[in-house]
């Protein structure tokens, strides 16, 4: 076993958005880090909330950004809502897909009938991210589901990353749904909900899985729900501030700025760190101190030490010039 931390594990598997790519394009080192693992022997698999591609598409998408990937190492919501439907309803149902196409041909390919209007008399609504997403189709759903239909959530990711910034995810328009019925979707299958993580070490017939993701609330919490380590990197939507901030279930076993820290030693990625080289942190009760200089991220490992044992975010202070821009920079 290497001594590197991807070295523990036998299947590392990937969040998509934010992680290996942004967009359309992919992030610095993804590729190399993914041939790395296989290279090593480490199976690789990809788990993502974006309802918006089927796996095939997902695949070619990689590896037209030179990370490689098969369509059968892809796990997609899209997929999961569409086969959980189908082992609650009849074959060739009614459901109505409030979604990008991609969504509609993996309800038709679970044997069920997509369609977009409440005059059909769907059992079922299911609810995906795609960018034509408008007012229409919302409003056919409201009236599905108020008319009994059982209303299916691929995510509810509130944000997408993106290099512009978060932009508005399946969750915001989950929101939509959920302010104008007054409740809450009857299922959600994406992260946090462990089924992709699980899904993915049984069909690779991993023992010891590590998960890759850049949300606390979804990917980390779907690794936390299903037993697995993993790994947060801070190359898309959670940044330190909310790691600081991060309750129980949300709270990843490593952290590092991007995929390099696969091949780091595991203690130094390890979250909290009792002590890292260059940083030290001095508390007085609800108070914390940061002094010292060095790599932001190992003075973020050692913060998680007193914040998740108490100590508020708004209530760390710098005690040096390094760590008042390290500080700065997290918006703190």
Known sequence: MSDHLAGGYDLAVFDLDGVVFLIDKPIPGAA?????????????????????????????????????????????????????????????????????????????????????????????????????????????AALAVRAGATWYATNTDRTLPSPRGPLPGNGSLVAVLRTALDREPDVVVGKPQPALFTTAASLAKAEKPLAIGDRLDTDIQGAVGAGMDSLLVLTGVSGPADLLAASAERRPTFVSADLSGLFRPADQARVPAAEVDGWQVTRDGDRAVLTGSGDPVDALRLLCGVTWDGVPVANIAADSDEATKVLNGWGL
Do not use: C, F
Not at 42 to 68: C, E, F, K
Not at 81 to 95: K, M
């Open 32 to 140: 190399e880090a993914v041939e790395r693992l296989r290279a090593d022997g480490t199976s690789i698999a990809y788990a993502t909330n974006n309802a918006s591609r089927r796996a095939a598409d997902v695949a070619t998408l990689l590896n037209g950004m030179g990370v490689s990937a098969e369509s059968a190492e892809v796990l997609t919501s899209a997929g999961a809502a569409a086969a959980l439907i189908a082992e609650h309803v009849p074959a060739g149902s009614p459901v109505l897909v409030v979604g990008a196409e991609a969504l509609r041909g993996e309800v038709r390919d679970a044997g069920l009938t997509p369609v977009e209007s409440a005059d059909d008399a769907p059992v079922a609504v299911v609810q995906g991210y795609g960018p034509e997403v408008g007012w229409k189709i919302l409003s056919e």
